[in-house]
């Protein structure tokens, strides 16, 4: 079965720093796109970062200087390490693999999400 | 703000079919892709491609597109289908982005 389990929210004070784990199982994380996508609370989806198989990374501008993506090829899981956080950026973190043709992209599967609260 | 632009709230009577749409520039190079999400649980893919249904998505779900426009059609919706909708495609910078979701209540 194909899965990702995130790991790793939690309170954090403004300025703090958190990493998040996506432990992926039925695929590997090193051949494939890996993004990362936060909903803050009660609002919609916002792309935050994404690597893809050949390393390459990307962020959304609202992390850009903040956030890490990276993965452990041997672990098999994704990361995010957080840095320099702030009030908005109190969301749920999902992992999510991308897959498709350049044309047609979708995220399949997701993960449950890992909860992310910055505050004082 | 999003670059796909989505209605914020669609009804629908039990039964009925309704058309949930989402505009944007990028939708005339990219297919979009759609996603149910319930309260309290992660997004689930139910369209993607030019009209693909994952498995054990059910065949009153159907996708299309015009022009900058993407459609997801739920024909005969049923209570279960009362959720919040999001598409999903490409930015100008070739990242992703999701459009700024659909609530779709079922009367």
């Known amino acids: 079965e194909v899965q990702l389990v995130e790991t790793g929210g939690g309170l954090i004070q403004p300025g703090g720093s958190l990493r998040l784990s996506c432990a992926a199982s039925g695929f590997t994380v090193s051949s494939n796109y890996m993004s990362w996508v936060r909903q803050a609370p009660g609002k919609g989806l916002e792309w935050v970062s994404v690597i893809y198989s050949g390393g390459s990374t990307y962020y959304a501008d609202s992390v850009k200087g903040r956030f890490t993506i990276s993965r452990d090829n041997s672990k098999n899981t994704l990361y995010l390490q957080m840095n320099s956080l702030r009030a908005e950026d109190t969301a749920v973190y999902y992992c999510a693999r991308e897959v498709g043709d350049g044309i047609a992209n979708w995220f399949d599967p997701w993960g449950q999400g890992t909860l992310v609260t910055v505050s004082s | 703000s999003s670059e796909l632009t989505q209605d914020p709230a669609v009804s629908v009577a039990l039964g009925q079919t309704v058309r949930i749409t989402c505009q944007g520039d990028?939708?005339?190079?990219?297919?979009a892709s759609w996603y149910q999400q319930k309260p309290g649980q992660a997004p689930v893919l139910v369209i993607y491609?030019?009209?693909n249904r994952p498995s054990g998505i059910p065949d009153r779900f159907s996708g299309s597109s015009s022009g900058n426009t993407a459609s997801l059609t739920i024909t005969g919706a049923q209570a279960e289908d009362e959720a919040d909708y999001y598409c999903n495609s490409r930015d100008s910078s070739g990242n992703p982005v999701f459009g700024g979701g659909t609530k779709l209540t079922v009367l």
């Open positions: 491609g030019k009209n």
């Open positions: 990028s939708l005339r190079s990219y297919y």
